[in-house]
């Protein structure tokens, strides 16, 4: 009797694929991450969007007489223009090994290493638009007490407390846990930290540990000489503000910090103004020209309505701008991150499909992955693309908070 050897298919590796980029997934992993449908079919092209509905917001009336208001959804648009793959060679001898051989030789390492590409790009993308800023003991690593701040700024945006996360380093981590080691914790807790290292559960967040925490380099600005005019440099909903006083040639980074005096937070629901000032994040590079530039920040300020988001206590010509939130000019700092899973969301859509080849196309938990070979006749070798396409952005940053060291 002859032996029949089988051979792995293209569907059973991208199973296999997925499940293990999934699982070293980190950041991603713990964000909401939505499938686009849409494309389950036809496929979709790098490039591409979507329309992501935001949260309706209402006033409230006070007296007897009704005063209706129309239901106005607002969206924002987030673009699939992420692509990112793997591309490796392997013959068919290899296809003819069990799958734990194949996972254990080629897609492991693969899929780690797209794993923290992934996480990475998404991280870049999304963390300048955080605007909550904990800098209790800035410039050495977070304790006890730098966690329950960054709580409470995420409960002053009214985040749920269910599904909260911090992501630490790993000497963040270790600095945390010999924090709060002397402190009661539930035995499974405690069990974990001795014998693993982790923090598992603690101030309502549940910890990872992950090197792919960002760091986050401040620009060459100055702290003492700009301002903003409250009066005509903030505009209701405009995402821009107007700074005066700053030296043309100086920079400040995606992701820099700063508050206003007189711009205060409000709550998100009755409007009261909060006793600290509203914080933001420049979300764009700017290289300074002249004495006086523009800055897109997050949160955009909206100062009435059913949106409204700061208060403005008293309009002044020259209010001055605050820096030092974020630390010394042109310094690295690291970035862990504390957040809501809804703070953030991760989309992903069905790439389209080749008309020739081998290949497979799944999708787990939300990530859809696409796998192509083709053999290459003339250099008997057989080339794998694996690639994933998706789109990521902060939606709620409110629900979110940035904890220096």
Same mark, same amino acid.
């Given at each position: 009797?002859?032996?029949?050897?089988?051979?792995?298919?293209?569907?059973?590796?991208?199973?296999?694929?997925?499940?293990?980029?999934?699982?070293?997934?980190?950041?991603?992993?713990?964000?909401?991450?939505?499938?686009?449908?849409?494309?389950?079919?036809?496929?979709?092209?790098?490039?591409?969007?979507?329309?992501?509905?935001?949260?309706?917001?209402?006033?409230?009336?006070?007296?007897?007489?009704?005063?209706?208001?129309?239901?106005?959804?607002?969206?924002?648009?987030?673009?699939?223009?992420?692509?990112?793959?793997?591309?490796?060679?392997?013959?068919?001898?290899?296809?003819?090994?069990?799958?734990?051989?194949?996972?254990?030789?080629?897609?492991?390492?693969?899929?780690?290493?797209?794993?923290?590409?992934?996480?990475?790009?998404?991280?870049?993308?999304?963390?300048?638009?955080?605007?909550?800023?904990?800098?209790?003991?800035?410039?050495?690593?977070?304790?006890?007490?730098?966690?329950?701040?960054?709580?409470?700024?995420?409960?002053?945006?009214?985040?749920?407390?269910?599904?909260?996360?911090?992501?630490?380093?790993?000497?963040?981590?270790?600095?945390?846990?010999?924090?709060?080691?002397?402190?009661?914790?539930?035995?499974?807790?405690?069990?974990?930290?001795?014998?693993?290292?982790?923090?598992?559960?603690?101030?309502?967040?549940?910890?990872? &540990?992950?090197?792919?925490?960002?760091? *986050?380099?401040?620009?060459?600005?100055?702290?003492? +000489?700009? @301002? /903003? %005019?409250? $009066?005509?440099?903030?505009?209701?909903?405009?995402?821009?503000?107007?700074?005066?006083?700053?030296?043309?040639?100086?920079?400040?980074?995606?992701?820099?910090?700063?508050?206003?005096?007189?711009?205060?937070?409000?709550?998100? &629901?009755?409007?009261?103004?909060?006793? *600290?000032?509203?914080?933001?994040?420049?979300?764009? +590079?700017? @290289? /300074? %020209?002249? $004495?006086?530039?523009?800055?897109?920040?997050?949160?955009?300020?909206?100062?009435?309505?059913?949106?409204?988001?700061?208060?403005?206590?008293?309009?002044?010509?020259?209010?001055?701008?605050?820096?030092?939130?974020?630390?010394?000019?042109?310094?690295?700092?690291?970035?862990?991150?504390?957040?809501?899973?809804?703070?953030? +969301?991760?989309?992903?859509?069905?790439?389209?499909?080749?008309?020739?080849?081998?290949?497979?196309?799944?999708?787990?938990?939300?990530?859809?992955?696409?796998?192509?070979?083709?053999?290459?006749?003339?250099?008997?070798?057989?080339?794998?693309?694996?690639?994933?396409?998706?789109?990521?952005?902060?939606?709620?940053?409110?629900?979110?908070?940035?904890?220096?060291?």
């Amino acid at each position: 009797m002859s032996n029949t050897i089988k051979t792995l298919q293209a569907g059973d590796i991208t199973r296999k694929a997925l499940a293990i980029l999934h699982n070293k997934l980190v950041f991603c992993k713990t964000i909401n991450r939505e499938y686009d449908g849409r494309f389950a079919v036809s496929g979709a092209k790098n490039g591409g969007y979507l329309e992501i509905r935001e949260p309706n917001q209402f006033t409230v009336r006070t007296g007897a007489v009704m005063d209706t208001q129309d239901v106005t959804e607002s969206t924002t648009q987030l673009v699939v223009a992420t692509q990112k793959g793997i591309d490796i060679n392997f013959s068919s001898v290899e296809l003819t090994l069990s799958m734990d051989d194949f996972a254990s030789r080629i897609l492991e390492p693969a899929m780690s290493r797209l794993a923290a590409d992934v996480d990475a790009t998404v991280i870049a993308g999304c963390y300048p638009y955080i605007y909550n800023f904990e800098n209790t003991t800035l410039g050495t690593k977070p304790v006890l007490a730098d966690i329950l701040a960054a709580r409470a700024l995420i409960s002053k945006g009214l985040a749920p407390t269910s599904d909260r996360v911090i992501m630490l380093d790993s000497l963040a981590a270790n600095s945390v846990i010999t924090d709060g080691k002397s402190l009661f914790h539930a035995s499974s807790e405690i069990e974990r930290q001795y014998s693993e290292g982790q923090i598992g559960r603690m101030g309502g967040f549940t910890f990872y &540990e992950s090197e792919m925490t960002p760091t *986050h380099t401040t620009g060459s600005r100055t702290d003492t +000489t700009p @301002t /903003v %005019s409250t $009066t005509v440099g903030i505009t209701s909903g405009d995402a821009t503000i107007t700074m005066s006083g700053v030296i043309s040639g100086e920079t400040y980074m995606a992701g820099d910090i700063f508050t206003i005096a007189g711009v205060y937070a409000v709550n998100p &629901e009755t409007k009261a103004r909060y006793g *600290h000032l509203q914080q933001f994040s420049v979300t764009e +590079t700017v @290289t /300074v %020209s002249g $004495t006086s530039d523009t800055f897109e920040v997050s949160p955009i300020p909206i100062t009435s309505g059913a949106k409204q988001n700061v208060e403005i206590v008293t309009g002044s010509a020259t209010a001055s701008v605050t820096n030092l939130a974020h630390g010394a000019a042109s310094t690295s700092y690291i970035n862990s991150l504390a957040y809501h899973k809804d703070a953030f +969301t991760m989309v992903t859509a069905d790439l389209e499909m080749p008309d020739s080849g081998w290949y497979a196309r799944k999708v787990i938990d939300g990530i859809s992955m696409r796998i192509w070979r083709q053999g290459d006749i003339v250099n008997d070798k057989h080339p794998c693309r694996i690639d994933v396409l998706f789109g990521y952005k902060a939606i709620r940053p409110e629900w979110a908070c940035r904890i220096c060291s």
